[in-house]
């Protein structure tokens, strides 16, 4: 299927994957930086942004495939890919796959354990429950660092800092894309991350990790950084799950480093 997409910048092709709720605006912060430097493909992964759902049932390994289809068809089998969230992890199966060339995936999923997987999925679906419910009154609410910190803790470890239309267009996104709800169920009820053994993978891999990751905890890097042990690990300090929000230019160095 064709995922709708936006292309921005010149230099060699950098492809964007959102992570769950999000769109290709989930890159606002850091685009601008990182276009100065390369051509960036963000995508609408399906079912989120102007792309439709896949029909049928919602597999983890479905949502990639889709990818990777897009990618062959537009000629970026060897791009470099940035993933963020459920991007992330995207990003580190298509690299075990070998698709792609270097790849940089912030604060991915899939690296769980039993009780991390149940917090998880209890946190994000009364997270989406709850945005739903106040759905007419997000502008408002997103509109003051009040309501911010109070709707975004889970996700920043600056929420009352994050620019509100950033902040709106994520939040909105996770309450009202068609593919949220099969996406999270994927994430929880779906097989974990496999691994790349040593020498497998088709380019360098940067995994970055935010300390203060209240989504997918700061305890799951090491076991992405065992899973993928060519891969070098970089920690964002006073940082939340979305390192393009809290520290938007750090995160635009390590990317640019990393797909270098």
């Not at 990818?67 to 470099?80: G, H, N, P, T, W």
């Not at 354990?113 to 997000?138: G, M, Y």
């Not at 799950?241 to 809290?246: A, C, E, S, V």
Request: charged share 20%; glycine share 10%; proline share 8%.
């Amino acid at each position: 299927m064709d995922l709708h997409h936006v292309r921005r910048g010149s230099g060699p092709p950098l492809v964007l994957l959102h992570g769950l709720g999000g769109s290709w605006r989930s890159f606002d912060r850091i685009a601008d930086g990182l276009a100065a430097r390369r051509e960036i493909v963000a995508i609408d992964l399906p079912g989120f942004g102007h792309t439709p759902p896949l029909p049928g049932e919602l597999t983890f390994a479905g949502l990639t495939d889709a990818v990777e289809a897009f990618l062959a068809a537009q000629d970026l089998s060897r791009a470099d890919i940035l993933g963020s969230s459920m991007g992330g992890r995207l990003a580190l199966e298509l690299a075990r796959r070998g698709v792609g060339r270097h790849t940089v995936a912030l604060d991915p999923g899939g690296f769980w354990n039993d009780r991390e997987l149940a917090v998880f999925s209890a946190s994000l679906r009364a997270s989406v429950a709850l945005v739903r419910a106040l759905r007419p009154a997000l502008p408002t609410l997103l509109g003051n660092p009040a309501g911010r910190t109070a709707l975004l803790a889970q996700f920043s470890a600056r929420p009352w800092a994050v620019r509100p239309d950033v902040a709106l267009n994520e939040v909105r996104g996770l309450a009202t894309a068609p593919s949220t709800d099969a996406a999270l169920r994927a994430l929880v009820d779906g097989p974990r991350q496999a691994g790349a053994p040593a020498g497998t993978l088709p380019g360098r891999v940067v995994i970055g990790w935010g300390r203060r990751d209240l989504v997918t905890v700061p305890a799951q890097a090491q076991r992405a950084a065992a899973l993928f042990p060519d891969a070098t690990l970089h920690w964002f300090n006073r940082c939340g799950h979305f390192p393009q929000w809290d520290v938007p230019d750090e995160a635009t160095r390590v990317i640019l480093a990393g797909v270098a």
